[in-house]
T-cell receptor, first 116, second 114 residues
Framework: DAGVTQSPTHLIKTRGQHVTLRCSPISGHKSVSWYQQVLGQGPQFIFQYYEKEERGRGNFPDRFSARQFPNYSSELNVNALLLGDSALYLC???????????????FGPGTRLTVT | KQEVTQIPAALSVPEGENLVLNCSFTDSAIYNLQWFRQDPGKGLTSLLLIQSSQREQTSGRLNASLDKSSGRSTLYIAASQPGDSATYLCAVKGVTGGGNKLTFGTGTQLKVEL
């Protein structure tokens, strides 16, 4: 079975531009989460979606938005890019969002975004 | 607010050595703790998941323990190999907060030398 896939793998944008990152979860997984990882730091939670609804949001500005489609794939959008948005953006999928569940989360290879 | 700390930040050992990586968290109200491996510039590979009701999990040369009441977890790697060189991250899924949110530590960068 294919793992979590993300596209594109690398992206270079200019300050002020907009970017869309895409993620396809593992087959059968209905929950997708997005994380930002700045060099040398651990990943920081941005959003979680389950069944097309937002189920969690981290401490990120409104320039960051996301959505989930009926096939459970997801897009992360970032508007008005800043230099500080340069990071590895990771997508994670899991079967459910049941808070009591012990389901593992599986991460994709990430999208490396560079803002110049 | 949950905070996760990993010690040491970096570690260099000779091949064959047994080693322990440490992870501590400030809020013991967690559902589970997960250990990940990250190679440079790559995504995260899940190594072990420990439920809050469990004390340890094992996979091959890896053994992870959890002491929820004291807010600590350790990852034990036996007979280390150069291929184990990577950054190891621990993450907790807390009772409070939204959905599937994981809170990560900053990682331990491991180098296993020949």
């Amino acid at each position: 079975d294919a793992g979590v896939t993300q596209s594109p793998t690398h992206l270079i944008k200019t300050r002020g531009q907009h970017v869309t990152l895409r993620c396809s979860p593992i087959s059968g997984h209905k929950s997708v989460s997005w994380y930002q990882q700045v060099l040398g730091q651990g990943p920081q939670f941005i959003f979680q979606y389950y069944e097309k609804e937002e189920r969690g949001r981290g401490n990120f500005p409104d320039r960051f938005s996301a959505r989930q489609f009926p096939n459970y794939s997801s897009e992360l959008n970032v508007n008005a890019l800043l230099l500080g948005d340069s990071a590895l953006y990771l997508c994670a999928s899991s079967r459910t969002t049941d808070k009591t569940s012990g389901y593992e989360q599986y991460f994709g290879p990430g999208t490396r975004l560079t803002v110049t | 607010k949950q905070e996760v700390t990993q010690i040491p930040a970096a570690l260099s050992v000779p091949e064959g050595e047994n080693l322990v990586l440490n992870c501590s968290f400030t809020d013991s109200a967690i559902y589970n703790l997960q250990w990940f491996r990250q190679d440079p510039g790559k995504g995260l590979t899940s190594l072990l998941l420990i439920q809050s009701s469990q004390r340890e999990q094992t996979s091959g040369r890896l053994n992870a323990s959890l002491d929820k009441s004291s807010g600590r977890s350790t990852l034990y790697i036996a007979a280390s190999q150069p291929g184990d060189s990577a950054t190891y991250l621990c993450a907790v899924k807390g009772v409070t907060g939204g959905g599937n949110k994981l809170t990560f530590g900053t990682g331990t960068q491991l180098k296993v030398e020949l």
